[in-house]
């Protein structure tokens, strides 16, 4: 995650996914090659995840450099693609499998992965010349100021000379630092918006991806058979579909996007609702209630994951926002389904790891909206205040033109002070001679 927002930073979306189509392809067609589990590690593991890291980021990021007003309409019909590919994936692989055996299907896996490369020579920059242009200026402007810099320096005497040598030592650690911030902008800790994002993002992922994972499995542990439990899972993959970009639409209104925050935390709320109740659902037409409402409720809080950190953070800033999240949500992510499966484990019961899920989740969404309803009160306390300071004028020249007032007055008191004034008066005139 952190390396694709680098390598985005510095080379741009296009590139970035290219470079990640290939990596998954050769991953992929390595993988019909491999004769032990350690070799199928390393091609479809390590290099086809790394070539999908390097296809996600730059996808989502691209999206706000597209769009700004119909921005979360864009996301969601943007994220519609994974649900369509959970629908039609299982019986992909399963033809394939059937066809051409597990080595053909990786060949042909891989096949259609490079067609990521095409997807990437499709995004287009933007402003890149005006970005030129503009870094043209900024140069030019720079080399003018160092000029300046250093005739000034020049002109000054020795002793002048130190500072100047010590603040060039400063500004050469700063430059250290701005180097670092340019392709991962740390500072986003320092950010409140940011913070509470990652807060409630790394809490809600211990429950978000577990109920997915188990949910055929429980189907079968309640005396489901095999394809009706499988087909639990096309059920919410097709609601996920339609809920995504109708989230999109919804996030877009005028009523909701102003406070797109606390739709946010509704869905990941909603969502762990949905878990608690699971464990109500006795028979097989419970479960299609639960896979419809869980569907809809996973489709609308991923339709709105990157929207709501773009909306936080703003789109300069978004791409080492996504790296950032990622190193910390990522642990999250790997633990949820383990920490499900040694509850099952420990208590014989699937009830239990759904009730963990849905605390956690509702939990989280508890903790977004409160936390997001205090970052738009302090949001708007602070833009009062600015607008306040730019509304008052300035006092230093009053204090200023008192002062010289009161000197006047004090100058003019009394016939003795008249030799006093004279020779100040003098003494200005030969400063201005000079």
Not at 88 to 94: F, H, S
Not at 359 to 370: K, P, R
Not at 385 to 404: L, S, Y
């Amino acid at each position: 995650g952190p390396i694709s927002s680098i390598l985005v930073n510095r080379y741009g979306s296009r590139p970035v996914v290219i470079f990640g189509g290939l990596l998954c392809g050769i991953g992929m067609v390595s993988a019909a090659f491999c004769t032990s589990i350690l070799q199928l590690y390393i091609c479809v593991g390590f290099i086809t995840g790394f070539g999908l890291a390097l296809n996600l980021q730059p996808s989502v990021i691209i999206i706000g450099k597209y769009f700004l007003k119909r921005r979360p309409i864009a996301n969601g019909l943007a994220m519609a693609g994974s649900p369509v590919m959970l629908c039609t994936l299982a019986p992909l692989n399963q033809f394939l499998f059937d066809n051409f055996g597990w080595r053909g299907s990786f060949l042909i896996l891989g096949a259609i992965l490079l067609n990521c490369c095409v997807a990437g020579a499709l995004f287009r920059p933007i402003g890149a010349a005006t970005a030129s242009v503009k870094t043209q200026a900024t140069e030019e402007g720079k080399d003018a100021l160092k000029e300046e810099v250093t005739k000034d320096a020049m002109e000054m005497s020795r002793p002048m000379n130190i500072p100047m040598e010590t603040k060039t030592e400063e500004e050469g650690g700063n430059d250290c630092c701005e180097k670092i911030n340019q392709y991962l902008d740390f500072s986003l800790f320092k950010h409140r918006g940011f913070l509470i994002y990652l807060i409630g993002n790394v809490l809600m992922f211990l429950g978000f991806f577990a109920p997915i994972v188990f949910l055929a499995p429980y189907a079968k542990h309640i005396g489901i058979d095999e394809y009706s439990a499988a087909f639990l899972l096309s059920i919410l993959a097709i609601v996920d579909m339609i809920a995504r970009p109708t989230t999109g639409i919804i996030a877009n209104s005028k009523w909701v996007r102003p406070r797109i925050q606390y739709f946010f935390s509704f869905a990941i709320a909603f969502n762990g609702a949905c878990h608690l109740l699971c464990p109500l659902a006795s028979g097989y037409t419970g479960l299609v209630v639960y896979s419809i409402f869980f569907g809809l409720a996973f489709g609308m809080v991923c339709a709105m994951l990157f929207e709501t950190l773009m909306d936080l953070v703003g789109a300069a800033r978004f791409t080492s926002a996504v790296g950032l999240v990622t190193i910390a949500e990522c642990c999250t992510i790997l633990l949820g389904p383990p920490i499900g499966g040694t509850l099952i484990d420990t208590f014989g019961d699937y009830k239990y790891m759904f009730i963990k899920c849905g605390a956690v989740m509702v939990l989280a969404g508890t903790f977004l909206f409160i936390m997001n309803y205090y970052n738009y009160h302090m949001l708007a306390k602070e833009e009062k205040e600015r607008k306040a300071n730019e509304e008052e004028p300035k006092p230093v020249r009053t204090e200023d033109e008192g002062r010289n007032n009161r000197n006047k007055e004090t100058v003019q008191d009394g016939p003795e002070l008249e030799p006093l004034r004279r020779e100040q008066e003098g003494l200005k005139k030969e400063v201005n001679g000079t």
